[in-house]
């Protein structure tokens, strides 16, 4: 127990914003599931999804409030849907937003999460119109539900698999891997997600090799002394 209260110090103080950040998410989620309604927590939902309707109407309120949330589960362990938590919650934000942050500083962690998020949702915009007028995807693809942190997770697990210093090949096949399994592939095109998840990926990695060649670590302050009273 002393190691553990130890080692959430530590995350918190060396990643501070990303530890708020991770909070703020589970408390959406706790709210949407625990305290509203169904009816009531989609139509949350729906009114911060990045579809194409919402993008037109209101596109902001689309893009920042689809950042509050993730789509997922915290209770279903056996189902996708909990996998899918896992990697963009715990080992996206949790892991590498964190590592980022302190690695690089708050600015360029955050700057490459909030890049994924846009890039990946804008780009993915004219695939989708080119698909709904060639009847590739249905109708329904214009309102239907499309929320989250997954883009800008997909786009740190990217970059931080560039930056780790051993098993860059391996951890970079893990996140191509995840989408390309995760997708649907029946039709012409993969799932527009499919699609955004692949960009923000590559957005990753591009912004990682970046990084690699001439961002420097930035400085962190030193740990407290640990507290004698917790030394074994």
Request: proline residues 6%; positive net charge; aromatic residues 8%.
């Amino acid at each position: 127990m002393r190691r553990a209260a130890r080692a959430l110090g530590t995350y918190l103080s060396r990643s501070p914003v990303t530890a708020g950040y991770v909070v703020l998410l589970l408390s959406t989620h706790l709210w949407c599931t625990a305290v509203l309604s169904t009816a009531e927590a989609q139509r949350v939902l729906l009114g911060v999804s990045t579809h194409l309707d919402n993008l037109h109407d209101r596109p902001l309120r689309a893009l920042a409030g689809s950042l509050l949330f993730f789509d997922g589960t915290l209770t279903e362990v056996t189902s996708e849907a909990f996998a899918g938590t896992l990697i963009t919650l715990g080992l996206g934000v949790a892991g590498c937003l964190a590592w980022l942050e302190r690695r690089y500083g708050r600015g360029r962690a955050y700057g490459l999460f909030l890049l994924g998020h846009l890039a990946a949702t804008l780009l993915t915009v004219p695939v989708i119109q080119v698909a709904l007028a060639h009847g590739w995807y249905p109708d329904s693809v214009r309102h239907a539900p499309d929320f989250g942190i997954s883009y800008g997770a997909e786009t740190v697990l990217a970059a931080a698999a560039l930056l780790l210093p051993r098993a860059r090949r391996l951890a970079a096949a893990g996140v191509v891997a995840w989408p390309v399994l995760g997708g649907d592939w029946s039709g012409v095109l993969p799932d527009f997600t499919t699609i955004g998840h692949l960009l923000a990926a590559a957005i990753g990695f591009v912004c990682g090799a970046l990084l690699l060649r001439t961002a420097r670590p930035a400085a962190t302050a030193p740990l407290p002394p640990a507290d004698p009273a917790l030394v074994e």
